[in-house]
Every structure is written in structure tokens, then in C-alpha cells.
């Protein structure tokens, strides 16, 4: 019984060590009545946070293409964006809440145009916590403005 049980512990220590300097993912291992049983571990969880680039269109000027846009959103809720509307950067501040999987973004203008400053927008979009991605992405400018179009935004890695 005794030599049974120490092979059986040698076994499973050799199959352990095997696994941890062999394998890329790791794994959890069980044993139950002689049988090995291998848990996957779980599969990550992105968060919503951080620093996003992409661009942006504009419904009403399509000749203009896509322009440049970002978005930070803070863990504390704040959001910043960026875009550059025909070479001028525009800079909006304000925060940021998810909904399910909608990203809702409320900022409003603080630098850029001086027609623009004060003009209050929208920014949504669609987030997969599973592959930490970010699409449908949408922005409009509530009432009385009437601006609107699309943002393509990725995550910026380092």
C-alpha cells in the first residue's frame, strides 16, 4: 500500500514538474481515485479602462474621411477624448459608465474650435470583456447640436 501510494505521489510530482516547465497555459491538476483531471484555467477578464485610439467620421461631411480620435477612460470614471477635426485638436473631458457591455461616454468640449467649446457629445460602444475589444462604436451630440458618426477605436498596448 505504502509503495503504491509513494509511486503514485512520484508519478504525480513528475507529471507536474513536466507540465509546469513544458506548458504554456497553466493548468490545475487533480487527482481522484487514480484518475488525473486537467482544469483549464479561466479565461481573462479585460477591463473597460485605459487608453483607446482609433478614428472617428463625421454623418454630414463624409468627404472629410476618418479623423483622428482618442479616448482615456480613468478607473475613477473619468474619460477623456481627443480628436483632430480637419488639423485642429480637439480636447473634451467628462466621464464614462458601462451599461451591460455599452460604453456611455458624456464629455463636453474644453478646448479646440471656438464654436466647439461647451458643445456637449455622446461617445458609445459595445465592449467584449473577453477579447477586450471595443465596436459599434457611435458618437452624437445631444440637443440643440446634430452632429453624429462612427468611432473605430482599439486598445493602445504599450
Not at 34 to 45: D, G, L, M, T, Y
Request: with cysteine.
Amino acid at each position: 500500500m505504502k509503495k503504491t501510494f509513494l509511486k503514485l505521489t512520484a508519478g504525480f510530482m513528475l507529471l507536474s514538474s513536466v507540465l509546469a516547465i513544458t506548458g504554456c497555459k497553466k493548468e490545475v491538476t487533480y487527482i481522484k481515485d487514480k484518475e488525473i483531471i486537467f482544469v483549464q484555467p479561466p479565461a481573462p477578464v479585460y477591463k473597460v479602462d485605459g487608453i483607446w485610439v482609433g478614428n472617428y467620421t463625421v454623418d454630414i461631411y463624409p468627404e472629410l474621411g476618418k479623423q483622428y480620435y482618442s479616448l482615456i477612460l480613468k478607473p475613477d470614471g473619468t474619460a477623456i477624448n481627443e480628436t483632430k477635426w480637419t488639423e485642429q485638436t480637439h480636447i473634451s473631458t467628462g466621464t464614462w459608465t458601462m451599461k451591460g457591455d455599452t460604453l456611455i461616454c458624456n464629455t463636453t468640449c474644453i478646448y479646440g474650435y471656438y464654436v466647439n467649446i461647451g458643445v456637449r457629445e455622446i461617445h458609445t460602444a459595445i465592449f467584449d470583456k473577453k477579447n477586450g475589444t471595443m465596436s459599434k462604436g457611435k458618437w452624437k451630440n445631444p440637443a440643440p447640436e446634430t452632429g453624429k458618426g462612427d468611432i473605430f477605436i482599439m486598445r493602445k498596448e504599450d
